[in-house]
């Protein structure tokens, strides 16, 4: 076997450098545990090496496994296992089951009406101590102690070799970010070289240990008072048969295949199993029947014989059953080569099996199970239980309460689940610790105190082009992540689907609710009305529903209905004080029912969406109605989601960035070059968590331009201002429209070949699209009109079945359309609708 070597900060070293290298290790550690290991990079490069290692590009990695005693096809099988772990979709949710989000070390509100904050916070130091016989388990617990955010130096023996080496080294290499290297040692050393082991026990906040009672004992003793020792012992594991399955051929050959796998060497290989019956002569029966599907089945799996000791140890349990047997206390059932062998034994009492193919069988009454195995409940793992479906629950149950942690159906005794209990606790959770924060008044209107951290941008390999609206529509979605769709703006023909996967929805609606509780929303005071439109496949209502649901605040949710008057009438009726939905409705609802709403003076805020105030609307609201508050509640799309919020300290367009889901880059108008200073921009995003659509580098479509400086809020994240739209989009009454559509269905529908030219107004709080023609080209102004409304589907919403928009027709002259004085090219869109308040 190949000597193996150290791995020092995710780099190999040299073992003779050990000891010089362990004497730097206490000032590097205390320098090292101030830096944070962001969740998402550690996931992004355990995907790239899962994706190597089933790709098979990382040969090493066999080798190195088949040193250590596996054959090619079971190092194959390892390898296979450990690429499906490392896929991110598996860490990902085993990060939520287990610590609750893929962000768990974000200290946040336990709930947004109270000011105490809690989050997880790693041990710090973890030391594994790795078992001799599984070359994989010390490794894969490294993973897990970096899911859990701490420093790990791994302890291995000789028998490991230099697979976890290789495997963590290779890890640290996917890391395109170079940040993991810190968190990651691994440090061949022999457990009778008690100095080293000391120095690292003195320098562990906990240690891990893999391995039977009295190495346990061994590392109790020794740690420093106050470190946590977390145990991982070894488990006996056992299979169970009621009456109804002891026939079924499926049961028996799941039995048979748990017996030659791994040569029984896993906690969850079954040692013993147990009938249900009382008859021993049933008893052999079986143990026949169950004999005569392993002389089938066992060939079939590649054998690792046992050493001197160990064999010996197979031969002196079963010469003894044998000679019991003589007086009818037992019996053996083997075949001619002694390959495996079934120890029949009438007494149920748990016993460990000798291993390397060598299943007890025992009788076992229902009634009997708690107080026969309830005795061993701290070795016991898992059971393999044949039955019938009416039996699962009443014998999974009485295995549970005899202290098993594992179920599984016969020949499932290996499968596992991303986020599956180990030895029934959380593994995270006991690499973790779970930490507290109460900041008084200085944490009013703050959901996380990660929001006063600065934000890391995540990293995109260099040439990443921008995403345009055509190539996010092209995106292939996996059909696994295909769950909810919204309808996107259509700004290109047909309207396109954005499609979201059920963790991206709660993701984001997650992050827009902290931003609506940033912006001045109160759950513990206000009465919300949720009036955002409805229906055709848009998001906002129920996005908005979602949102402060998630907030827990008191809620109405009534949706933008026509009726205005019931609306004025619930406001009054429900002691309603905030409001949230697009302008356009807000200012309609005022305008047809100021008197009433004015008599009731319960309006305090309003938060919108969609579109935005003109100051003269805001002042109007302000001193005709007593709103005290008038903010934006969210900027996003429906392609891309909630993007940004507003702070108190937010003015007209400006918001911070959502970094906990999104990342900003301004490009130039006319290239993709960064801008400069606060020069007016592309706004660029990209999606740090998104499973259906993925988004990196997507243009969405608005401008906007940095805001220099700290915010008085004290939040990290960026500022930037919105600027309007980009190119020929624009939104009015909801949906997107597109400048170039008008012109397509003119042409197409009606044969006009003339300038086209849109203006937009905003007139006693109603949208205005009015469409100028060439007043030559002889069309009617009604049959236009009726045209664009029937071909044009999202016209057709903001003006037909919304009535948020008007829509009128224009015929001038050729000169009067309007133009760029220096170019002489015709200004296409002419928004009038004034500066966002």
Same mark, same amino acid.
């Given at each position: ?90 860490? @990902? ?154 026939? $079924? ?27 249900? *019956? ?55 059932? @083997? ?336 290239? $993709? ?74 042409? @197409? ?33 009604? *049959? ?16 037909? @079945? ?28 002419? $928004? ?6």
């Amino acid at each position: 076997m190949t000597a193996a070597p150290v791995l020092w900060r995710g780099e190999i070293r040299d073992a003779a450098k050990l000891p010089e290298l362990l004497a730097s290790l206490p000032a590097l550690l205390a320098d090292d545990l101030a830096l944070r290991l962001d969740p998402m990079v550690l996931l992004a490069a355990a995907d790239r090496l899962g994706a190597a290692i089933l790709a098979g590009t990382i040969p090493d990695l066999q080798q190195a496994l088949t040193e250590t005693g596996q054959s090619s096809a079971e190092a194959d099988q390892t390898l296979a296992t450990i690429g499906r772990f490392l896929a991110q979709e598996n860490l @990902e949710q085993k990060l939520r089951r287990e610590l609750g989000s893929v962000d768990p070390f974000a200290i946040r509100r336990v709930t947004y009406t109270d000011p105490v904050f809690e989050g997880w916070a790693p041990l710090g130091v973890l030391v594994h101590l790795a078992p001799a016989n599984v070359p994989t388990v010390g490794p894969l617990s490294v993973i897990e102690g970096l899911l859990s955010g701490n420093i790990n130096l791994l302890k291995t023996s000789r028998k490991s070799g230099r697979f976890p080496q290789l495997l963590l080294q290779a890890l640290v290499d996917a890391d395109l970010t170079g940040s993991l290297a810190p968190f990651v040692y691994v440090l061949p050393l022999s457990s009778a070289e008690q100095g080293p082991l000391h120095a690292l026990f003195a320098l562990a906040d906990g240690i891990a240990v893999w391995g039977g009672e009295e190495t346990v004992d061994a590392v109790e003793q020794e740690a420093p008072r106050g470190t946590e020792v977390i145990v991982w012992g070894h488990r006996i594991s056992v299979s169970y048969l009621t009456a109804a399955a002891r026939e $079924d051929p499926a049961v028996l050959r799941g039995v048979a295949e748990e017996v030659c796998i791994l040569e029984q060497q896993a906690c969850s290989s079954p040692q013993c199993l147990y009938l249900e *019956t009382s008859d021993p002569v049933e008893l052999q029966a079986f143990a026949e029947r169950l004999g005569s599907v392993l002389a089938t089945v066992a060939p079939t799996f590649p054998r690792t014989l046992p050493d001197r000791a160990e064999a010996a140890e197979v031969t002196t349990v079963t010469e003894l059953v044998r000679l019991e047997g003589c007086l009818d206390r037992g019996a053996v059932v @083997e075949p001619a080569d002694r390959s495996w062998r079934l120890l029949v034994d009438p007494e149920p009492g748990l016993r460990p099996s000798p291993l390397f193919r060598t299943l007890w069988i025992k009788p076992l009454t229902r009634d009997r199970i708690v107080g026969t195995l309830r005795p061993m409940r701290s070795y016991l793992q898992t059971v393999t239980l044949g039955c019938t479906r009416d039996e699962v629950a009443e014998v999974s149950s009485l295995l549970i309460a005899a202290g098993v942690d594992r179920v599984r159906q016969p020949g499932m005794a290996f499968s596992s689940y991303p986020g599956e209990p180990h030895d029934g606790v959380y593994a995270l959770q006991r690499y973790s610790r779970r930490v507290s924060v109460d900041p008084g008044s200085l944490g009013d209107g703050v959901a996380s105190l990660a929001e006063f951290v600065a934000p890391t941008a995540p990293f995109l390999p260099e040439g990443t082009p921008v995403m345009t609206k055509d190539d996010f529509h092209h995106v292939v979605v996996d059909p696994k992540t295909e769950h909810l769709s919204f309808k996107s703006g259509g700004s290109s023909g047909a309207p396109k689907l954005s499609v979201f996967s059920y963790q991206d929805y709660r993701d984001q609606m997650a992050a827009a609710a902290d931003g609506l509780f940033a912006a001045g929303l109160d759950p513990a005071t206000d009465r919300c009305i949720n009036l955002f439109n409805a229906g055709h496949l848009y998001g906002g209502f129920i996005s908005f529903f979602t949102i402060l649901e998630d907030l827990g605040a008191v809620q109405f949710p009534m949706t933008a209905v026509p009726e205005t008057r019931e609306v004025a009438e619930a406001i009054v009726k429900y002691r309603v004080n905030t409001l949230l939905g697009i302008p356009v409705y807000l200012n309609a609802l005022f305008e047809e029912h100021g008197d009433l709403l004015k008599e009731y003076g319960g309006v305090k805020k309003i938060f919108y969406g969609g579109e935005h105030f003109t100051a003269a609307q805001v002042a109007h609201l302000r001193e005709e109605f007593g709103i005290e508050m008038i903010r934006s509640a969210v900027y996003g799309s429906n392609d891309a989601g909630p993007l940004a919020f507003a702070c108190p300290h937010c003015e007209g367009g400006v918001h911070h960035l959502m970094t906990a889901n999104q990342w900003l880059e301004i490009l130039k108008l006319e290239s $993709d070059e960064p801008v400069v200073g606060d020069e007016v921009g592309r706004l660029i995003l990209t999606s740090r968590q998104r499973h259906g659509q993925q988004i990196q580098r997507y243009e969405i479509g608005d401008t906007g331009r940095w805001v220099e400086g700290p915010c008085p809020c004290g939040r990290k994240s960026p500022r930037f201002e919105l600027m309007g739209r980009h190119g020929d989009v624009f939104r009015s009454g909801g949906p997107f429209l597109n400048y170039r559509k008008f012109v397509n269905l003119l042409t @197409e529908h009606l044969a006009y070949a003339g300038e086209v030219q849109l203006i937009l107004d905003l007139k006693g709080g109603q949208e205005q699209v009015t469409v100028r023609i060439d007043a030559g080209s002889g069309l009617d102004a009604g *049959t236009v009109r009726q045209m664009l409304i029937d071909q044009y589907p999202e016209l057709f919403l903001s003006v037909v @079945e919304f009535k948020t928009t008007d829509l009128f027709i224009e015929q001038v002259a050729s000169s009067a359309f309007e133009r760029i004085p220096n170019s002489g090219k015709l200004k296409t869109i002419i $928004d009038r609708r004034g500066v966002q308040a």
